[in-house]
């Protein structure tokens, strides 16, 4: 069973950018297809960006043009480069391993002046 774990969350101001990280033990993501999802408060949580073991990614039409979402299997990491964030992207950033159901813990990133 493949580990997650996030991290790059933090305070920023609107307009600013982040790059959160997925780390993953014990198995090696270029088997997975990956998912970023977020969960704001009091919402349900929601897909942000996917992408596939070959490298093929989509995006929520909320992210579209601001977020991307990479992977470097020799590193055993997928990344989330959030560009203009917005206090709407204010949430707890989660990855996922699709096909096994694996979360990690999640990271949190607070968009505020």
């Known amino acids: 069973q493949v580990q997650l774990v996030e991290s790059g969350g933090g305070l920023v101001q609107p307009g600013g950018s982040l790059r959160l990280s997925c780390a993953a033990s014990?198995?090696?993501?270029?088997?997975?297809?990956m998912g970023w999802y977020r969960q704001a408060l009091g919402k349900q949580r929601e897909l942000v960006a996917h992408?596939?073991?070959?490298?093929?990614?989509n995006y929520a039409d909320s992210v579209k043009g601001r977020f991307t979402i990479s992977r470097d299997n020799a590193k055993n990491t997928v990344y989330l480069q959030m560009n203009g964030l917005k206090p709407e992207d204010t949430a707890v950033y989660y990855c996922?391993?699709?096909?096994?159901?694996?979360w990690g813990q999640g990271t949190l990133v607070t968009v505020s002046s």
């Open positions: 992408i596939t073991s070959g490298g093929s990614t």
């Open positions: 996922k391993a699709i096909a096994v159901g694996a």
């Open positions: 014990g198995s090696i993501i270029s088997i997975y297809h």
